[in-house]
């Protein structure tokens, strides 16, 4: 089984090696690919739901792609300003949980992961659409389970590490750019001859419609397909939530990334909402609007009787469906890194912060994958279904992260000198995100909105719940700290000495320095009353998505374990024993115990590992989610690898 894992996911790596976060970060370029692929694949799916709104009105697509690049312009800009301010990564969650407060960031994070479960969902709907664009109509009941099949390979090249998944797609976005650029450049050049007829007939259309339907009417058609695609901004976001994997210097890096990704977004975005208009292209069963573009466009290409079009549009929506594969990317990426920032803040079980032994949060990848294969088969992988659900959610944190934004160049106005150019940023963003948010919510509320806001308010509900049951945990480890002040006086005087390799020793593992450690240390000399003069003090340091930040970070850690260590030492000195210390730092606690307690039983044979584990008074189907079972696991290691262990119960007796 072992060597299956191996084959599929990769070798383990070393974060404690110094190079690993260079070997693991992205360059500007790279990031464009894995995390701005998102924003350049919602080019495939929202303008057509834009055009799609406009039917009868064909005109306003000039003014929708105009609208378009500058709301991307905005939304990027925005984005860029808030990345010089949370250098560290977050994004909406953080901006809302810092400048607004923990209740708004634990809005804004659930809308967050719900927005990544569905830009898995939607992209992966999407690029099966495309590829389904050129196929027979009697192949269309195969798309989900096709979305199904996609969706499992991207989870397990997921689980190999985000680098080496980019690196495989990354010629794939490569054929997409090439294509599509010289879709928008050869179809707008073929017709700049025709352009002044082009706006001299939107004028006059608009005119006649403004005098037949009026002013208010003709703004609000406007206004719905502006709305209903929203779906063209929703990867924007990736970066600022991402920069804890971009190449150092993160902010130029990050902001290089943010403006590759806004101008090819606008340009291929705008361009194809314009292309729209230009060829006369009109929605067909059984394709997507980009598919009927492409053909319009390419299909009457021939060279030397070679039908050279037709292949280069099946080559285009190849691209376009693999693309949007890659842009699922961005949910596997950003996704679980949401859920281990909401996991340290103790918003979510505290698993979803460990990092795999390929140093990815594997808890949170293999989670998001579920959660989008279900939505997949509940929607059918339905797109139009699908986005609706999906903009919701992207603009109700947009929406909050620019009003935290905005919130804050108001209050730190008298400290920077550019406030007011922010403030308009942010203020016109909000403006924006905030119009989208409650146009989509009104206009699609029976048509899927009410489902995503179903869905996210349970997420909302939960997190309360799991926050709350930590708290009580919490407050009842705490009053164990209270034995901290009820010592023996002795304990400031260090009479212990280095271990006795002939005599017996009690290895314990601890945490921090606190009530649980020295209740421990206490108990085992009521259980067996000068037995143990030996004590061995044993810490795993876990590097989680909390400390993998940087190479900084991970000796920060090791210090700290060092330091916590040491007071455990002098604290067993002063009982009088023997004491030392021994740690070690990875991702994968079992394994480093087992490993580092092999050692110490070669150095020490007569040790006994006493372990820590927390006891309910009323357990809990759920308890098993919240609080890991490692020293159980721990103790099976150990005890099949022939070394004595046992666990000391930590009884807590909230219900």
Known sequence: MASLKRFFIGNPKDPTDPQVFHKLSLVAFMAWVGMGADGLSSSCYGPDEAFRAIQGHEYLAFYLALMTAITVGIISFAYSLLIEHFPSGGGGYLVSTKLLGPKAGVVSGSALVVDYVLTITVSIASGVDALFSFLPLPWQPYKVPVDLAILAILLLMNLRGVKESIKILMPIFMVFVLTHLLLIVYGISVHLWAMPQVLHRTHTEIAHDAGTLGWVALLLIFLRAYSLG?????????????????????????????????????????????????????????????????????????????????????????????????????????????????????????????????????????????????????????????????????????????????????????????????????????TLCLTILVITTLEKFREGGWLTLVITSSFIVLCFLVRAHYGRVRRQIGELDGILGQLPSGTQVATGGALDPSQPVAALMVSGYGGLGIHSVLSIQRLFPGYYKNVLFISLGVVDSGHFKGADAVEALRSETEEHLRRYVAFANGLGLNAEFRYAIGTDVVEEAERLSREIQKEYPHTVFFLGKLIFAKEKFFYRLLHNDTAYAIQRRLQFGGMQSMVLPIRITMN
């Open 230 to 430: 929203g779906g063209t901004y929703t990867g924007i976001e990736a970066v600022s939530n991402g920069l804890s994997i971009l190449r150092e210097p993160r902010v130029a890096t990050g902001k290089r990334t943010m403006l590759y990704m806004a101008v090819s977004l606008a340009f291929t975005a705008g361009g194809i909402l314009f292309l729209y208009l230009l060829w006369h292209a009109m929605p067909t069963a059984g394709k997507t609007m980009n598919a009927v573009l492409l053909d319009r466009v390419f299909g009457s290409w021939s060279l030397l009787g070679f039908p050279a079009g037709h292949w280069l549009v099946i080559v285009a929506l190849a691209s376009e469906g693999a693309l949007l594969f890659v842009a699922a990317q961005a949910g596997f990426i950003d996704g679980p890194r949401v859920l281990a920032n909401m996991a340290v803040d103790s918003w979510l079980p505290h698993r979803f912060a460990q990092l795999s032994d390929r140093l990815v949060t594997k808890n949170g990848i293999v989670i998001m994958g579920i959660a989008s294969g279900l939505l997949i088969l509940y929607t059918k992988g339905e797109v139009f279904y699908l986005v609706v659900l999906y903009s919701i959610n992207v603009f109700l944190t947009f929406s909050l992260t620019e009003m935290g934004m905005s919130r804050f160049w108001v209050s730190e106005r008298h400290k920077h000198p550019h406030w007011l150019r922010n403030l308009l940023v942010h203020g016109t963003g909000l």
